[in-house]
């Protein structure tokens, strides 16, 4: 396997073997995210960071990573303070810092962004979010996330929340199709999963299946998968809080849920998960958050040729 | 003394041997902040920078520290540019960076803040100061400038400024209880200390006494630390003039003092000292500002384990 | 030579042995600039960056200069999230600052600030532009693009944008008077170079002409330097916008150029250079930017005692 200099775009560029080789790196790493192992790998490497909206916790667990594998950080800082104001395109920022950085880390509001600028970047871009595009770091750590807490061939997942919108679920069940998982959605009426996307996970294998409610789809899943439900989404504030309390996850409704049933959350969260559970054993979004640490770590070893 | 994974939250914490211990300990790293010597005692260890609201001094000293001791910084950002305005709560922010970072400095406006973040982490939690709370770091500080630039037992300070709302002067004063301080008290009418804290210090052996005008005070004592009064305290804004000016430190007000009178101030500083004292022999807030690197170098090596 | 502690605050302190003391220090560090060498130069250094006005690129290569030689940055941040906002005097940061760092880096929009700054300090200041001051690695950083791409001594050099109030232009027009330059100056009338500068510029032995295009001057010269034109400076949009477009780059221009023509231009851009040339083998403006790093390597080697 060879992602030496690879540009990491989208999940549709990679195949099974690919994200099986991703996930088994971070694995290979995660003693060293955790701590227990120190890490010069990426010694005498720059990553630079441009993130042209906020995202907190990708970018400083992108710093993370980088910093724990040995490396050092380059950022932009805030884009408002930046030459973005004096009206400079994207392609000659990426131009100019792929002079300064052995990768580039890039977040930015419009899609398709980020292949943009693997086009005028001689050295590896990592896509970390490109608006209503993709996000595959995100999804490859909810992968891991599956694969070290609960299971990943043969998943039996419930996704819960916005499932019209949401690129990381959208992203997540197609990536999940490698391995067999049987998919159950749970929406409100409006954010239904697109009838083509359905069509599409069923022609390659995926099960899939829509529950009214969490309570009847808790009962039978390894993995439940809560989203934030965007009020903007709805023209009515009443209807968006209707909505948005059907879906909360609280410890009442777990009480039917498999034990070893595993709760995840891109976070950051606002009502969707009450506070109560997170001290069950259930709760796996702080950990999820954590993972994407060694996930980082495999991304940027392997582009950085820090690991083959 | 074991201060390995100790929340520093708080002054009321400690003991005289502990605060001892941790000057001790800056004494023993001073070398390396005055760039005489280097360390790599933190190398491979990363602190989380969470600076819910700016303070430029206080951030740069703890990130010099760090740096100094070898290890690596990874900084929340400014807090317009996080994820709190998507509506997270402190709780999880912490939940998630305790699992990032080896410790996590914190400055927030909330009072109790940096406690409250303690319950969530598993990581020492360093308070950079929460709100009317409490400041730990800038009061060891203070001692340590005291002890480095004048003398800590028994010294006689006189205290001019806000004694009513400044936090970090309250903290001072329990500090020197220990150490059998004289303390005198130079504040305009409506800004002084509150009685319940005079009675207390003085439970404590301390000799407090009020003095009308810094003139006053001046002739006695060892150190003189002024603060900052803030506009904000005064409805008329003539009466803030008349009471700030009537504290300003100008060179004609040190004729009288003792040879060795040191003046102190946790900067920034408006219009408190007359620059022409900069370059006066009393003048110490520069080097106060500067003793914040071994202090913060001394805790950070402490509660990471870079040192017992 | 010996650069050990010193300010670098203007061209104007430079005799030509030094300038040319730092363009063979930039030749030598390049190889670590362009990830062929590492380097631990600068490890245990501190490098305090102070910006008081953003300017992404001239940050980021001074950050990647000090992170290439093994050394770390210290950033104020923004100033926006600074003490500044509390009213602090620009001596008063820089005076606690240099006593946290081994060199300090000052963006400030005043003119003079960074001399101001220096008296303040013990640790070298090196100005990284003062409003309509100084800007003195910008120009280090033009000659050694000129002198790496195409040739310093004796070099036909076109000026072309607002030769009135550019600094950047009149501080290379002041640097190349060492190298026997001739210079072609193309502007509009309203922007064209001050008639001292002019004169001074010819009583240094330098070859200074008026040319009414850039058509007119192309056939000649071996470096095309292009800067922008400020909006401002025009108070007739339309008068702008003529200006703007008659000095265009545009493929169709550069076919009466010499083959080895060099365009340069300090970024970022915004119209003055068609994108379709950059694919040319005259486009010399992203290589520009990347020899910001080699430079600025020199200049913290040399003021930081990495090299003599």
Known sequence: ????????????????????????????????AVRKERSGMLAGKVLGVLFFEPSTRTRMSFETAMIRLGGEVLSMGSVDASSISKGETLADTIRVVQSYADAIILRHPKEGAARMASEFSQVPVINAGDGAGHHPTQTLLDLYTIKRESKLEGVKIALAGDMKYGRTVHSLCYALAHYGADITLVSPDELRMPYEIIKDLEARGVNVRQADSIDEAITEVDVLYVTRIQKERFPDPAEYLRVASSLQITPELLENAKSHLKIMHPLPRVNEIDPLVDSTSHACYFKQAFYGVPIRMALLALVMGGME
Chains 1, 2, 3 share one sequence.
């Open 1 to 32: 396997m060879y992602f030496k200099d690879l540009h990491i775009l989208s999940m549709k560029d990679f195949s099974k073997e690919m994200i099986d080789h991703i996930l088994e790196t971070a694995e290979k790493l995660e003693p060293i």
